[in-house]
Nanobody, 128 residues
Framework: QLQASGGGLVQAGGSLRLSCAAS????????IGWFRQTPGEERAFVAA????????YYADSVKGRFTISKDSAKNTVYLQMNSPKPADTAVYYCASAVGSPRAMAVMATRPLNGKDNWGKGTLVTVSS
């Protein structure tokens, strides 16, 4: 089970950190990632990492601004959002899957495999 938190209102150019806490320690083959969705639009991939070796993969739209990381002691994955833009406003969801961080990106539009798991979203609003 995944629990996302940390959403809220942030000014453009500021910073915000989202957390995704897993109810149990993920397996080393697990990828945990972040997706986002705004009303009327399809869900979009943001970033993902491999729990075992920490490999990461980012959407081009957030590369250089957002950083995904983990705290193994807390079974938690973070999304550090630096210099957010109003276009980053969305409900952010965390998810887990068995696969690579890059492969996880397809979960924006379809299941990766039968082991996909989604948490509830957290709303991020970026004001201009």
């Amino acid at each position: 089970q995944l629990q996302a938190s940390g959403g809220g209102l942030v000014q453009a150019g500021g910073s915000l950190r989202l957390s995704c806490a897993a109810s149990r320690r993920p397996f080393s083959s697990t990828a945990i990632g972040w997706f986002r969705q705004t009303p009327g639009e399809e869900r979009a991939f943001v970033a993902a990492l491999n729990w075992g070796d920490g490999r990461t993969y980012y959407a081009d739209s957030v590369k250089g601004r957002f950083t995904i990381s983990k705290d193994s002691a807390k079974n938690t994955v973070y999304l550090q959002m630096n210099s957010p833009k109003p276009a980053d406003t969305a409900v952010y969801y965390c998810a887990s899957a068995v696969g690579s961080p890059r492969a996880m990106a397809v979960m924006a539009t379809r299941p990766l495999n039968g082991k996909d798991n989604w948490g509830k979203g957290t709303l991020v609003t970026v004001s201009s």
